[in-house]
């Protein structure tokens, strides 16, 4: 499989859905929105009272964070996902993934003449962080495609944006063990780890991936989807300390610091395990009548075994089908925002409210 390349910084791509928008708003009652995975259901109680506590909170936080923030993060990897032999040292919070994986690469001394890898279907921000590193970017699921090439970066995405893929263990093994024959860094998005439905997803952090070391690898983790954090802007990355190190030491310099009273919020959201289950309880039934909704009119669903989409194609153009929803008043996202691969799907939401998922499901059943 032969990647693609860019060296340039992308358009904004949710721009292009402005027109479309425009017609689901039109719609008699309403826009089904389905374009952004955004949380829509209330921040736990337990985190806005945590929030509410730690809101004194005059002098500056420190970047590495506090040390319970910290053993917060280290305590949730051991006890939902079996990663052991972390240090406080081999965790970092910060403000929103997202930032984190855009500023990724600058941070690490990337730059030009370097390449790195990132899924041939994948959040636009793993092309945007290379682009603003002025390093070259490729897009692939292949590793044999760098050649001869040895990227500087390769970054995971399992489980998947948009598709919802969860890579097996086996697979995971090989790709650590590939990126550290070769000296890569290796840096698994892993935010939607606890959105799964039909598997049991592996952090890259795990003993029966990357070993008794987690040299060479990082993970970043966010707090959005699982306990409806977004506004809080609350994540972390963890792994190999000289690489946490590299980035505290860069982070330092910048200023970029999780509030004091986010963080006593992290610890709150990431020791509470039951507003977890009840969240992705709500998910479950929502993913279930939207699915049976969209493969009644003829859909198929591909992958969709986690994360908080479904990735939807009847077999036309992505925009074809972006256009013939947002006539029914329901706002998806095309699969070309995700690369060239995703011309025939759509990545459909599910986190609207009970309401609005009902309504989309009425829209569809009468559409037929």
């Known amino acids: 499989m032969t990647g693609r390349v860019s060296t340039r910084l992308p358009d904004f791509p949710w721009d292009k859905l402005t027109t479309y ?29 945590a929030l509410r506590a730690a809101a004194d909170s005059p002098g500056y936080p420190i970047t590495i964070g506090l040390p319970e923030t910290r053993q917060a993060a280290i305590d949730w990897l051991s006890r939902r996902f079996g990663v052991v032999d972390l240090g406080l040292d081999a965790v970092l919070p910060v403000i929103g993934s997202k930032e984190l994986i855009g500023s990724m690469a600058v941070h690490l001394g990337i730059g030009p003449g370097d390449l790195i890898g990132y899924p041939e279907l994948a959040y636009p921000t793993y092309e945007v962080g290379a682009a603003l590193a002025g390093a070259r970017a490729m897009a692939t699921d292949s590793l044999t495609a760098f050649g001869p090439e040895t990227p500087r970066l390769l970054w995971l995405n399992s489980p998947s944006n948009p598709t919802g893929r969860v890579l097996p263990p086996s697979h ?54 699982r306990s409806n954090l977004a506004g809080y802007r609350c994540a972390f990355v963890a792994g190999d300390p000289t690489l946490v190190g590299e980035l505290l030491a860069v982070r330092k310099n910048l200023g970029l610091q999780m509030p004091g009273p986010q963080q006593r919020a992290m610890i709150a959201a990431l020791e509470d395990d039951d507003h977890v289950a009840a969240q992705h309880a709500a998910y479950a039934a929502r993913r279930a009548k939207l699915r049976t909704a969209l493969e009644a009119v003829g859909f198929t669903i ?18 074809t089908t972006v256009g013939a929803l947002a006539d029914l008043g329901i706002l ?15 990545r459909v939401a599910f986190t609207a409210t009970d309401e609005r998922i009902d309504a989309a499901v009425s829209r569809l059943s009468t559409a037929g």
């Open 21 to 49: 928008a425009a017609t689901a708003r039109a719609h008699a009652d309403g826009i089904v929105d389905l374009s952004v995975g955004t949380p829509v259901d209330p921040t736990p109680a337990v985190v806005q009272e």
């Open 172 to 225: 995971l093994r090989k790709v650590v063990e590939w990126c550290r024959e070769r000296g890569t860094i290796l840096v698994s998005d892993e935010c939607y780890l606890e959105c799964a439905w039909d598997v049991e997803p592996v952090s890259v952090l795990h003993p029966d991936v990357c070993g008794d070391s987690h040299d060479g690898i990082l993970s970043v983790h966010s707090l959005s989807k």
């Open 302 to 319: 591909d992958h969709s075994e986690a994360s908080l989409y479904l990735w939807a194609s009847r077999g036309d153009d992505c925009w």
């Open 332 to 346: 998806v996202a095309p699969g070309d925002f995700y690369g060239p691969a995703g011309a025939r799907h759509v």
